[in-house]
Each structure stands twice: as C-alpha cells, then as structure tokens.
C-alpha cells in the first residue's frame, strides 16, 4: 500500500486507517449480499442492521440508557442551529446559550432568526473567544441551556460541563464528540455533524432525551421534527447509507480496537500534551488558546510572522502534513488531533515543529 499522509484537517478528517480498510474490502460484496453498501435498499435487514449497530455501539460507548434515544439526521450540525429552537424552544420562552465562538453565534443567530428569544448566558467575545467563560448563571425558566462543546476554530473546549441549574443542557459537540468521557444526566440533547469525530460527511447524529420530544410542535415540516426520526428509527426516508455505514465501523473500531472511551481520552490527552508541550517550551510558537481551555481536538497557534507561518505551512505539506492551516477567519496555523490521528502522527508533526523551530528560531 502507497504511504498514507500525515493527516491533520479539520474536518472532513481522518478516519482510521483499519476502517477505510474495511470498506475497501467489503466494498463490491457487503457481507455475501453481491451489493455494494451503497446498493442495498435502506429497508433491507442488512442494513437495518447497520443503523441498529450503530445506534447501540454509540449508546454503549456514552453510557447513556434508556432515557435517551438516538437519531440520525441530515443537514450538517448547521441544520441543527435551526432545528433545535424549532423543535424545543416555544415562542413564549426564552433559551440561554453561551457564546465562545464562530459556531455559537452561528447557532444564536439561526434562533434569533426564527424570531425566538434568546439570552447570551455568557460570552468569551471580550477576549476573541480564547478562553471558555467561568461562572454562569443559567435562567432556571430557560427552555434549555447551548453550549459548543469544543470550539474547533479557537482551539477551546469546556473541560468541566457547567451547571446547567436543572435545564436541560444542548450542546453542538461537533468536533470532540468520542474524544473523551463524560456524563450523560445534564444533556437533554447533543448533535454532532460525522465528519470529525464519527464517519464520513452526510449523517448528522442527534442525541435526545425521549421527554424533550413532547415539546416538538406538530405544526413544523415532518422532516424538521425530531419526532419523525423517533418514530421511524430514523428511516423516515432514504438516511445517508454510506456516512451511516461509515459511523457504524467507526463506533466499533473505537469499542473493539482502541478499547472504548476511557482509553480514548488517554491517546487524546497524550498526543495534545506533546504538541502543547512544544508551544510552551519554546518561544517560537505561541499557543493562542488560554491554557486552562485548551482543547484536546484542536490545537491552534502562529508564529513568530505571517511569512514564517506560510513557509511553516508549505515545508510541512512537503514533510507530509497537511491540513495545518488555521481557518480563514483567524489566520495562524492548527493542527487537528481527532481520534484517528495517531500518536505517531503527532509525535511526527513534533519532531517536524521542534526542527523547523531550531532552523527559523
Ligand atoms: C464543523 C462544525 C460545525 C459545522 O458542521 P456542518 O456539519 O458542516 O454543518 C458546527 N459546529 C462545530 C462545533 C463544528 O466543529
């Protein structure tokens, strides 16, 4: 097999290299049916299948029980900017939401646009979003509470989830969703567009507590409503089959080959320890990330200067890295550390930032 590059885009990201493998493999013939995955009929047992074993492996994997069901949408994580006040925040209530980035104003913009009202609970826009604000204080008459779990242009993420007060707690884990443990009980709904953390592009996965979809309005488009995915285990319509086929070998190479989540956030922690290490050991790079919210998937940092930060970038695509440039709305550079970047590709990309670093420093 040709060498494979070293991998650190944001998103569309790697996958893991044993699950592309088993796609390939599977690919003309999935599982003796003669059909390609991309082939069946989404009614078929076979790939009932595939959704129901996604669906349990995710459930397994987050602990969550009954109380919580799963659903598999389409339209990105940006759909859910606007499904989730369509379907959970009524016109006479308001909706708190902490704002610490791009995707969070997104998401309070698409709710104002519904004409909802909406309260900025907390904001980290006074410090261009470097730092995940402290002290909330939620509205305990809130509908429900938003948060961006991780803020994937910044390089932020909440270490500890903040106190909802009793609200139920709605957060667009996107980019750090699988990457570490955490406690199910406060959150009445989680969504994560697949392409950074789960699969490929296509499928979106919501999380939903089952009480939250008794305020689903029945005056909404049926395809907006989270109730029609409930109902149908989501198979309302034709789903994304091959992004769902895709989440499905990634759930299980996470359960049956890395060993669950717990020792997932242990990788995790350890491969951004060693590029965050590197930031604060010399003073060549500079970590633009407040340091008690650095976030474990994303790490961004400049250099020095602009013409230092292209030539970093086009010496690095020439070492075999790619996907290191900051998002255009910030400039700089970041390198994605999701699940399937391994360690030794970031301990590669160390050694690469440490020599570049003596050479230009
Ligand atoms: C990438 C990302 C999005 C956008 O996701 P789409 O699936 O492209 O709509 C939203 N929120 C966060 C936190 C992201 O990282």
């Known amino acids: 097999m ?29 599982k003796g049916s003669g059909m390609s995955i991309v082939e069946l009929s989404h009614r078929s047992k076979v790939f009932e299948a595939v959704l129901n074993d996604a669906a349990s492996r995710i459930k397994r994997l987050l602990s969550l029980g009954e109380d919580h069901q799963i659903l598999f949408l389409q ?14 925040l009524p016109e006479n209530r308001s909706a708190d939401y902490a704002n610490t980035g791009t995707w969070a104003t997104l998401a309070i913009r698409e709710a104002r646009r519904l004409g909802r009202t909406v309260r900025v ?33 910044r390089g932020t993420q909440w270490q500890m989830f903040p106190d909802p007060n009793g609200v139920p707690l709605v957060a667009d884990m996107s980019s750090d969703i699988m990457g570490r443990l955490f406690a199910p009980e406060p959150f009445g709904l989680i969504y994560a567009g ?26 909404l488009p049926t395809m907006l409503q989270y109730t029609t995915y409930a109902k149908s285990n989501s198979l309302h319509n034709t789903p994304p089959c091959f992004a769902l086929y ?16 717990a020792r997932m956030e242990e990788l995790n922690r350890e491969k ?47 070492h075999g890295f790619v996907g290191l440039r900051g998002h255009r709305s910030v400039g700089g550079c970041r390198a994605s550390l999701y699940n399937a970047v391994s360690l030794d590709a970031v301990r590669a990309l160390a050694a690469f930032m440490s020599d570049f670093a003596r050479r230009h420093g």
């Not at 895709?246 to 989540?261: A, R």
């Open 2 to 30: 040709e060498k494979r590059i070293w991998n650190f885009n944001p998103g569309p990201a790697a996958l893991p290299l044993p699950v592309l493998e088993e796609i390939q493999a599977e690919f003309l013939d999935y």
């Open 75 to 88: 339209g990105g994580a940006s759909l859910q900017f606007s499904m989730v006040p369509m379907n959970l």
């Open 121 to 153: 609970a907390a904001s980290s826009e006074d410090r261009q979003f470097t730092y995940i604000p402290k002290e909330i204080a939620v509205d305990p008459s809130a509908a429900y509470f938003h948060i961006t779990s991780n803020n994937t242009i």
């Open 194 to 219: 697949a392409q950074k953390n789960l699969g490929a592009a296509g499928v979106t996965l919501v999380i939903i507590r089952r009480d939250l979809l008794e305020r689903v309005p029945e005056n």
């Open 246 to 261: 895709t989440v499905q070998l990634v759930m299980k190479w996470l359960e049956e080959h890395v060993g669950g989540l």
């Open 272 to 318: 951004a320890k060693l590029l965050y290490d590197l930031l604060d050991q010399t003073s060549f790079y500079r970590g633009t990330a407040e340091k008690e919210s650095r976030s474990l998937m994303n790490v961004t940092f400049r250099l020095p200067s602009e013409s230092l930060e292209d030539l970093f970038l086009s010496e690095a695509s020439r």
